[in-house]
């Protein structure tokens, strides 16, 4: 069972900058191909960047292209999501998901989940 617990969300104005972090549980986390998603009220749960286990390859949604950084440290178990230039429509819950299967835009492929972090940009 692999626990992931999300930081760093918060209140930022429009064209600022925030880190998430999400750490990890598990030892073998270098094992599991990660991802953060995020879910606006009365939206669906969408993917926003994924990052294979050794994170030698990443995917963004085009959304999110140029302005977020994902990145991982499996020494400390821990996946970071860098997001520069945010936006209002960047505001949602964030949460970051594990999955031993390769890196999906597929929510329903990820084992594994945090309980979020809320992000709120202001116009």
């Known amino acids: 069972q692999v626990q992931l617990v999300e930081s760093g969300g918060g209140l930022v104005q429009a064209g600022g900058s925030l880190r998430l972090s999400c750490a990890a549980s598990e030892r073998t986390f270098s094992s599991y191909a990660m991802a953060w998603f995020r879910q606006a009220p009365g939206k669906a749960r969408e993917f926003v960047i994924g990052?294979?286990?050794?994170?030698?390859?990443?995917y963004y949604a085009d959304s999110v292209k140029g302005r977020f950084t994902i990145s991982r440290d499996n020494a400390k178990n821990t996946l970071y999501l860098q997001m520069n230039s945010l936006k209002p429509e960047d505001t949602a819950v964030y949460y970051c998901?594990?999955?031993?299967?390769?890196?999906?835009?597929?929510?329903?492929?990820?084992?594994?989940w945090g309980q979020g972090t809320q992000v709120t940009v202001s116009s």
């Open positions: 998901a594990a999955t031993a299967l390769s890196s999906s835009i597929y929510p329903e492929r990820y084992n594994y």
């Open positions: 990052i294979n286990w050794l994170g030698g390859s990443t």
